[in-house]
């Protein structure tokens, strides 16, 4: 198994389990998302598409392009939060749906920091 291989296993199951609990926590996530201050389309279409990209990422088609995908999408989450956090805004995070109930922190910067730089190893492995 290759690095890039590893990274992008480990990365599909995170978006795969992200987007499984927004949809498992129902109208939650769409009060988490709001309150983090995304856009209503983002409600709807976030969760298949994490779910998605999840299993385009485990099943390895289309890595390459995949990965950009991820990239785009984590880069939008890292600015959402940055901005709310450059704000002292600290709404529950909605990246996991129940499962991440706790305010916005710096942690999660850094965790979307990791998942970036699988995405890159994806892309560049």
Excluded: D, Y
Aim: with cysteine; net charge positive; proline share 6%.
């Amino acid at each position: 198994m290759t690095f890039a291989f590893a990274a992008g296993l480990v990365l599909g199951i995170t978006f795969l389990a992200a987007g499984a609990s927004k949809i498992a926590s129902g109208s939650l996530w769409a009060q988490q998302a709001h309150a983090i201050g995304a856009p209503r389309v983002a409600v709807a279409v976030v969760p298949p598409l994490e779910i998605v990209l999840g299993a385009l990422l485990c099943a390895r088609v289309a890595p390459v392009v995949v990965a950009v995908m991820a990239l785009a999408l984590l880069a939008m989450f890292t600015a959402l939060i940055t901005v709310r956090l450059a704000q002292g805004k600290r709404p529950p995070c909605a990246c996991f749906g129940s499962w991440s109930a706790r305010p916005l922190g710096w942690r999660h910067l850094l965790r979307n920091g990791v998942l970036i730089a699988l995405a890159v190893v994806v892309l560049i492995g």
